[in-house]
C-alpha cells in the first residue's frame, strides 16, 4: 500500500523530529567543557531572581539565550536536563524547518528527509548545551529559510517575521548575525529595486522599528541603561573584533581547507549559477535569489569561523548546500540518468561527509575540547543528584573525572556553610543553581574576553560597574574557584584586584585553587 503524502510528510516530520532532540540530548550530556558548557546557566537561573543581564552582571552577548534558558527553567526546574532540553528542542526546529524547506524547494520526500536528517546529526550536537555562536547562526537560519518562502510565496508575512528573527540571532550573538544582516539589507534593497517593489523596503523597515520599539521598551521597563547596552553590546564587542582581526593571520588551512567539504558543494553550485546567468532575466528569476540569499549565508559563516577562535561548528551549511545543488541540477538539460546519478553521488556524499563529523563532534566531542579525553571513563555526579540527573561528568582538565568531582564539591559545601554575602568567580557556573541562592558574579564569566580588562577603553566603566556590584548588594565577601590551575597573583589582579584599592580587601589563601577575598570597610565601597 502507498502511503498519501500528507501522511508520509506527517511521519517524516515525527520521525525527524524525535531523532534530533534525542542525538542532541545523549550528544550534549556527554562530557563537559565548564566555561563553555554552563555559559548560559547560572545566568539564566539569575533572570528568574529578578537580576537582569547588562543592568545586574556585565555580558558582551547572549541576552536571548538567557532569557530562553529562563523560560526552560521556569517551566522544568532548575536542574541539567532543563538545560539540556533547550539545545535540544532547537535542534528539533532546525531539523524539521530545514525539511520543510527541502521539499517546498521541490526535492523528492526521501532525498529531502535524508538530507534534514544530516543536519540534525551536524547542527547543534556538536556543542549540545545552548551556545551563543550557535544561536545566533540557527537564528539567521531560521531568517534565511523565512526569507526563502518569501521568495517562493511572496507573503510579506515571511520578510516581516524575517527580520525580528534576524534582531533575536543579533541579541544571541552579534557575529555571525551582523554579517548576514548586513547581506539581507543588500538583498532587500537590491530585490526592492529589480522589481520595481517599494512594498518590501516598507514591510522591512517596519519590522525593523517593531523590534527596536520592542527592545526600546523592555530596557525601560527593566530599568536598563541604554547607555549600557550600547556600551555591552556594541562598544566592548568591537573592541574584542578589532583586537582580534588585528593578530589574526590568513593562511590556505583557515580559509580553505577547514571548509573544504562545504566548497565541495558550493563551486558547482555557483558554476551552474554562472552559466544560467547568460539566460535572459535569470537574475530575476526566483533560483537566483534562493542562490544569492544561501551563498550570502554561507559567506557570512565561513568569515565568522575564521576570525573566530572557537572549534568549527557550521559543517551543517553541507547538506543544506547539498539540497540547494539538487534544485538546481533538477531544472538543468543533462538527460534524466545523469541526473539520478548525479543525485545519488551528492547524497552518498554528503552522508559520508556527516558520518564524518559525527564520529569527531558527537562521538568525541571535539567542540568541546574532549577529543583526548575517554569519554567512556565519564561518570555520574554522585552529590546533589537530581541536580545533575542524565549528565556524565568528565572534562578535559582531570583524566579521573572523581577527581574533578570531589573537588567541586568540597566547594560546594564550602560556600554552602558560608552565610555571608558573597561573589563567586568560577569557570563551573552553575554554583548559583547548586545553592538556589545569588552569588551576585559581576560578569556571566571570566574568560579572557568577558569584561574589560586593564588596558580597555571601558575598563573604568567595568570598574564602577564592578564597585557598584558590591556596594549595592552589601557583599562582604568573593570567592574564587578554578580547579583546573593554581590561582597565581597575576590571575587575581585580572580577576578583581584590578578594580579594588588594596586598602578594601584581605585575601585569605584556602589553597592554591580556592581564594577567598574578604572586603572590609574603606571610603571606596563607602555607600
Known amino acids: 500500500m502507498i502511503l498519501d503524502k500528507k501522511i508520509l510528510l506527517f511521519i517524516c516530520y515525527i520521525f525527524l523530529g524525535f531523532f534530533a532532540f534525542f542525538l542532541n540530548y545523549w550528544t550534549g550530556s556527554r562530557g563537559v567543557f565548564p566555561i563553555d558548557t554552563f555559559v548560559h546557566f547560572d545566568s539564566s537561573l539569575r533572570i528568574l531572581k529578578q537580576e537582569l543581564p547588562i543592568r545586574d552582571f556585565w555580558i558582551n ?15 522544568f526546574g532548575i536542574n541539567w536536563k ?3 532540553l533547550h539545545s535540544s528542542f532547537f535542534n528539533l526546529l532546525i531539523t524539521t524547518f530545514s525539511f520543510k524547506i527541502f521539499t517546498e524547494l521541490e526535492i523528492k520526500i526521501l532525498p529531502a528527509f535524508i538530507l534534514a536528517l544530516c543536519v540534525s546529526v551536524l547542527s547543534y550536537p556538536v556543542s549540545g ?23 517562493k ?5 515571511y520578510i516581516f517575521f524575517s527580520v525580528v528573527i534576524l534582531g533575536f540571532a543579533f541579541l ?11 547581506f539581507v539589507t543588500f538583498f532587500i534593497f537590491l530585490n526592492s529595486y529589480q522589481n520595481q517593489n517599494l512594498k518590501l523596503l516598507i514591510v522591512s523597515f517596519c519590522s525593523l522599528i517593531f523590534f527596536l520599539a520592542t527592545l526600546y521598551i523592555y530596557l525601560k521597563i527593566t530599568n536598563t541603561g541604554v547607555q549600557d547596552f550600547i556600551f555591552q553590546f556594541f562598544i566592548f564587542p568591537s573592541e574584542i573584533g578589532r583586537n582580534r582581526h588585528a593578530n589574526y593571520e590568513l593562511n590556505i588551512k583557515n580559509i580553505f581547507l577547514d571548509f573544504k567539504f562545504i566548497y565541495l558543494f558550493i563551486i558547482p553550485i555557483m558554476l551552474i549559477i554562472l552559466k544560467k546567468m547568460m539566460i535572459k532575466n535569470f537574475i530575476k528569476s526566483k533560483e537566483f535569489n534562493y542562490f544569492l540569499l544561501i551563498f550570502f549565508y554561507t559567506s557570512a559563516l565561513i568569515y565568522h569561523q575564521i576570525y573566530t577562535k572557537n572549534q568549527i561548528f557550521i559543517f551543517f551549511l553541507i547538506p543544506i548546500l547539498c539540497a540547494f545543488f539538487l534544485k538546481l541540477i533538477s531544472n538543468i538539460n543533462i538527460g534524466i540518468n545523469y541526473k539520478k546519478h548525479l543525485t545519488y553521488f551528492a547524497i552518498v556524499i554528503c552522508i559520508f561527509i556527516t558520518l564524518k563529523y559525527h564520529l569527531r563532534f558527537n562521538e568525541q566531542r571535539k567542540f568541546h575540547e574532549l577529543s583526548n579525553v575517554k569519554i567512556n571513563n565519564a561518570v555520574e555526579v554522585n552529590f546533589k543528584k537530581d541536580f545533575f540527573r542524565g549528565l556524565n561528568w568528565i572534562t578535559p582538565n582531570f583524566s579521573n573525572p572523581k577527581d574533578e568531582l570531589k573537588i567541586i564539591e568540597e566547594f560546594y559545601l564550602l560556600i554552602k556553610n558560608d552565610k555571608s554575602r558573597k561573589i563567586v568567580i568560577t569557570d563551573y557556573s552553575f554554583f548559583s543553581g547548586l545553592l538556589n541562592e545569588k552569588l551576585h558574579s559581576p560578569s ?20 564602577d560597574f564592578f564597585r557598584n556590584n558590591i556596594t549595592k548588594n552589601k557583599i562582604e565577601s568573593i570567592y574564587i574557584f578554578y580547579s583546573a590551575l593554581e590561582i597565581k597573583d597575576e590571575f587575581l589582579e585580572h580577576l578583581v584586584f584590578n578594580y579594588l584599592p588594596e586598602k578594601c580587601y584581605k585575601l585569605q589563601n584556602i589553597n592554591k585553587i580556592i581564594k577567598k577575598i574578604e572586603l572590609k570597610k574603606c571610603e571606596y565601597l563607602a555607600n
Open 82 to 84: 532543563a538545560y539540556i
Open 129 to 151: 548545551t545552548p551556545f551563543l555562536d550557535l544561536h545566533s547562526a540557527f537564528f539567521s537560519l531560521f531568517a534565511l529559510y523565512f526569507l526563502l518562502l518569501f521568495i
Open 153 to 157: 510565496k511572496g507573503d510579506y508575512f
Open 172 to 182: 544571541s550573538k552579534q557575529v555571525p548575525a551582523s554579517y548576514f544582516i548586513l
Open 444 to 463: 556571566r564569566t571570566f574568560d579572557s574576553i568577558s569584561y574589560p580588562k586593564l588596558g580597555s577603553k571601558l575598563y573604568l566603566k567595568y570598574k
Open 61 to 75: 552577548s547572549g541576552l536571548f539565550i538567557d532569557f530562553i534558558q529562563a523560560i526552560f527553567f521556569k517551566i
